[in-house]
Nanobody, 115 residues
Framework: QVQLVESGGGSVQPGGSLRLSCAAS????????IGWFRQAPGKAREGISC??????????YYAHSVEDRFTISRNNAKNTVYLQMNSLKPEDTAVYYC??????WGQGTQVTVSS
């Protein structure tokens, strides 16, 4: 059974950092592209970052709103993908989800940035 579990969310002040984790079970994620999405209250879910599978040269993608502040990475030994989030802003407040091909989503983890 494929399962994705996000963790690492929380409440931070503007300028703070958090590292989100997406732990996979039921499949080996190093062969698949994995994405991070977020959904703020009243807004549509948006894709913010993606990392390619390890079968090819690893490439990453970032939405303009998070580039230069967020970094996506993977630890294949732990079957986990990470999203390091630095210089957080109030507009980063959202529920963050990871996604795997086949339409698999995690349950989400809340990130709140507020003073």
């Amino acid at each position: 059974q494929v399962q994705l579990v996000e963790s690492g969310g929380g409440s931070v002040q503007p300028g703070g950092s958090l590292r989100l984790s997406c732990a996979a079970s039921g499949f080996t994620l190093d062969s698949y592209a994995i994405g991070w999405f977020r959904q703020a209250p009243g807004k549509a879910r948006e894709g913010i970052s993606c990392i390619s599978g390890s079968d090819s040269d690893v490439t990453t993608y970032y939405a303009h709103s998070v580039e230069d502040r967020f970094t996506i990475s993977r630890n294949n030994a732990k079957n986990t993908v990470y999203l390091q989030m630095n210089s957080l802003k109030p507009e980063d407040t959202a529920v963050y989800y990871c996604w795997a091909p086949g339409g698999f989503w995690g349950q989400g983890t809340q990130v709140t940035v507020s003073s």
